[in-house]
Antibody, heavy 122, light 110 residues
C-alpha cells in the first residue's frame, strides 16, 4: 500500500525558514517524480514544486522560485521542501504527491499525503 | 502561471449528468494533452479522477469522463450520486515542466 506521510509543519514568523519532509512507502520511490502542492485555508490547490525520480531535475512555481528548494533522498525514501523567506501568503496545508511518471511531465498525481499545516505569522 | 478558470459551482439532481469546464490558454491546455482532474472532499486529500485528458485510473467509476477541445477541458459526471458532492480541480501541464491547477468547482447534488 502506498503511503505518504508529511511532517515538519508549524508556526513560523515572516522571513523565517522551515523544512518539510515526506516519508514514502509502498512503492519504488526512485522511479517516480514527486510534487508539493499547497492549499491556503478555504482556497484552491496550488502546485508548488516538482522533482524527477533521480532528483536531478527540479521545477518551481513562480510564486516560490528563489525561496523554496525541493530535494529527495532516495536511500531514505524521503522528499523534502526547504522553505525560506516565508511570507504570510505561504500559509497553507502542504501536500506531497506521487507522480505517475519518472519526470515532472504527466500532471497525474496518483497518491497524496494527508498534508501538513504551515502557518506564517508574527 | 495563472490559474485555469473553472465555474465556481455546478449542481444537479441524482441521476443527472453535469459537466465542469476548465479554460486555459494556448500555453497550457491548448498545447498539451496533459490534463488531469481531482476530486476533494472537505478535510481530505485530493484524489486523481482523470489523467491525460480522458484516462480513468484503476478504481475510478466509469461515470467520470474527460475531454478537451482547444483551450478548454471538461469533466462529465453521469448518473450523479450523493457521494459525488465535492470540490473538483483540473490541472494542466504548462511550459518548462510546471503544473497549473484550476480555480476549483463545487459540485452540489440537489
Amino acid at each position: 500500500e502506498v503511503q505518504l506521510l508529511e511532517s515538519g509543519g508549524g508556526l513560523v514568523q515572516p522571513g523565517g525558514s522551515l523544512r518539510l519532509s515526506c516519508a514514502a512507502s509502498g512503492f519504488t520511490f526512485s522511479r517516480y517524480a514527486m510534487s508539493w502542492v499547497r492549499q491556503a485555508p478555504g482556497k484552491g490547490l496550488e502546485w508548488v514544486s516538482g522533482i524527477s525520480g533521480s532528483g536531478t531535475s527540479t521545477h518551481f512555481a513562480d510564486s516560490v522560485k528563489g525561496r523554496f528548494t525541493i530535494s529527495r533522498d532516495n536511500s531514505k525514501n524521503t522528499l523534502y521542501l526547504q522553505m525560506s523567506t516565508l511570507r504570510a501568503e505561504d500559509t497553507a496545508v502542504y501536500y506531497c504527491a506521487k507522480d505517475m511518471g519518472r519526470l515532472v511531465d504527466t500532471v497525474a498525481l496518483d497518491y497524496w499525503g494527508q498534508g501538513t499545516l504551515v502557518t506564517v505569522s508574527s | 502561471q495563472s490559474a485555469l478558470t473553472q465555474p465556481a459551482s455546478v449542481s444537479g439532481s441524482p441521476g443527472q449528468s453535469i459537466t465542469i469546464s476548465c479554460t486555459g490558454t494556448s500555453s497550457d491546455i491548448g498545447s498539451y494533452n496533459l490534463v488531469s482532474w481531482y476530486q476533494q472532499h472537505p478535510g481530505k486529500a485530493p484524489k486523481l479522477m482523470i489523467s491525460e485528458v480522458s484516462k480513468r485510473p484503476s478504481g475510478v467509476s466509469n461515470r467520470f469522463s474527460g475531454s478537451k477541445s482547444g483551450n478548454t477541458a471538461s469533466l462529465t459526471i453521469s448518473g450523479l450520486q450523493a457521494e459525488d458532492e465535492a470540490e473538483y480541480y483540473c490541472c494542466s501541464y504548462a511550459w518548462s515542466s510546471t503544473y497549473v491547477f484550476g480555480t476549483g468547482t463545487k459540485v452540489t447534488v440537489l
